[in-house]
């Protein structure tokens, strides 16, 4: 099976790149018919080698390509891209070791050595906790903040990234970094059925998302002239999960005179929240932390979810007041924690977060009080009880009606986003 690259186009004066392209009819099912794959910069790239304009589609469908076992035809490539995709593709045979990648997926005409002059480097930012530690132990090198509508923003959510964008400007700390903005469709060119790939359901995390968000800023680091993309490490090695950014993936990703940086996996969460807080109030600086993509999100952040929750606790036992970081609780926070995840938490990695936590309660004293020490002592006793029985539980696989109720998401969308508006208001 084919799925064949026609031709690449910029639009809207030189900052919007377009990918004409067909597939057989075998692989349909797992692309979007009506939404083609595109890519929108703040600034003109149009200017931009072709082999170079490729790494962005290319770096999103590549990993579908793996999975699903089909040819991907292309004009021309930029040669460094292409070889870091065969030592990743490696990485990802050892992770899903039942794929048959013992072929060339890409099949090209022409391989382009390209170079260009460097001048600065860049990071992905999402404002969330891992970037933040990335920043601040980047600090003096002013590196300019790459953040990406269609990631974890949905691309029609356009409430939800103007409150990105706002917060961003307003964030004080960030004046001295160039800002850049893109918008692509990366999460919305393939269907449901891309996720149905996963036993977990987890296309994203678990796949696409480190080899997708460096490579959309493929055209950007062309036209900056950027060095090195630094991505902030989500996971430790003191758990192995499948998971789409981790430094075989990430240190692996070049292209022309660019590499790509997976920075802060010796740290785990709680050692980047710790210094997060070390690091503000050492330099009398304050910043609100963006960890909360919930579809009711109407603030910074909801307060109300399992990641909120997390980092919440994370904050008040690193001794600093979650409401001075982009949050609004009260000592209540703790009733609410224990009632939420009394049956256990949903994931792996969610597990091993609070594993983190359960770590720092059982081995340190001091945490921010909120009204009365004692009564918060008992609670996080309780919390620290709540913890341990709950890692003692197998987590739940998705069953089978979780996976229907998925498909029904996904094929009605809009009866979907009706349910959400009414959620959303409280009705």
Request: hydrophobic share 40%.
């Amino acid at each position: 099976m084919v799925f064949k690259i026609k031709s690449i186009k910029f639009e809207d004066e030189g900052k919007k790149i377009v990918y004409d392209y067909e597939y057989d009819v075998g692989i349909a099912k797992y692309f979007n018919k009506s939404e083609s794959f595109f890519v929108a910069y703040d600034v003109d790239v149009s200017d931009t080698p072709l082999s170079i304009a490729i790494i962005p589609f290319l770096s999103n469908l590549v990993t579908i390509a793996w999975f699903v076992d089909f040819i991907i035809e292309i004009d021309e490539i930029d040669e460094t891209f292409l070889h870091a995709i065969e030592i990743i593709k490696k990485e990802f045979k050892s992770a899903y070791p039942k794929l048959e990648l013992n072929k060339d997926f890409i099949v090209y005409k022409n391989k382009i050595k390209n170079s260009y002059k460097t001048q600065s480097s860049a990071m992905l930012f999402s404002g969330g906790v891992d970037a933040y530690a990335t920043y601040f132990r980047n600090f003096k090198k002013k590196l300019d903040l790459i953040t990406i509508h269609g990631a974890d923003v949905e691309i029609n959510d356009t409430d939800q990234w103007n409150r990105i964008i706002t917060l961003n400007s307003k964030e004080k700390i960030l004046n001295h970094n160039e800002k850049h903005y893109i918008k692509s469709n990366l999460r919305a060119f393939y269907t449901y059925n891309v996720d149905m790939l996963l036993p977990n359901l987890g296309w994203w995390g678990s796949v696409q998302h480190g080899l997708a968000l460096n490579g959309v800023v493929a055209p950007l680091a062309q036209k900056k002239g950027y060095e090195n993309i630094f991505i902030a490490s989500s996971y430790t090695d003191n758990i192995k999960i499948t998971w789409g950014s981790t430094p075989e993936i990430d240190n692996n990703i070049s292209w022309a005179s660019t590499r790509v940086i997976h920075d802060g996996y010796e740290l785990k969460r709680q050692d980047k929240l710790s210094f997060i807080v070390n690091f503000l109030k050492n330099n009398e600086l304050e910043v609100k932390l963006r960890v909360c993509y919930s579809l009711l999100n109407k603030n910074v952040n909801c307060s109300k979810c399992e990641k909120c929750h997390r980092t919440i606790l994370g904050i008040i036992v690193a001794n600093a007041n979650p409401n001075n970081y982009g949050f609004s609780v009260t000592e209540k926070i703790y009733d609410e924690v224990l009632e939420k995840y009394k049956n256990g938490f949903n994931s792996e990695g969610v597990n091993y977060f609070w594993w983190e936590i359960l770590q720092i309660i059982k081995n340190e004293d001091l945490f921010f009080v909120f009204r009365d020490l004692e009564s918060e002592k008992m609670k996080m006793n309780e919390i620290k009880k709540m913890i341990h029985c709950n890692l003692e539980k197998k987590v739940k696989k998705k069953t089978y009606f979780e996976k229907i109720k998925f498909k029904i998401q996904n094929k009605l969308p809009r009866l979907f986003k009706i349910y959400l508006k009414i959620r959303q208001k409280g009705l």
